[in-house]
């Protein structure tokens, strides 16, 4: 059973950083796309970052320039650095491997 776990969400003032990870157990790393969700209350969830398994990425345009989107496939790990946080960037993010989904991280930015 493949099983996602993220980290690195917390309470970080506008301006600053965060790093996510999301580390996948079972055999699905390697061989499918990766991608980072995200979900603010009362709002739908929207994709933030992707990477191909060749390691073509894309951004939403919000965060494009902010945020980068990496693996480690050694740890069958994949991040989201987050730079120059702004408050719109509050939300619950969501790793996702193939069909996997990670159980979310809060991200909270104060102004």
């Known amino acids: 059973q493949v099983q996602l776990v993220e980290s690195g969400g917390g309470l970080v003032q506008a301006g600053g950083s965060l790093t996510l990870s999301c580390a996948a157990s079972g055999s699905i790393f390697r061989n499918n796309g990766k991608a980072w969700y995200r979900q603010a209350p009362g709002k739908q969830r929207e994709l933030v970052a992707a990477?191909?398994?060749?390691?073509?990425?894309n951004y939403v345009d919000s965060v494009r320039g902010r945020f980068t989107i990496s693996t480690d496939n050694a740890k069958n790990t994949v991040y989201l650095q987050m730079n120059s946080l702004k408050v719109g960037d509050t939300a619950v993010y969501y790793c996702r491997v193939g069909p996997e989904w990670g159980q979310g991280t809060q991200v909270t930015v104060s102004s």
């Open positions: 990477i191909t398994s060749g390691g073509f990425s």
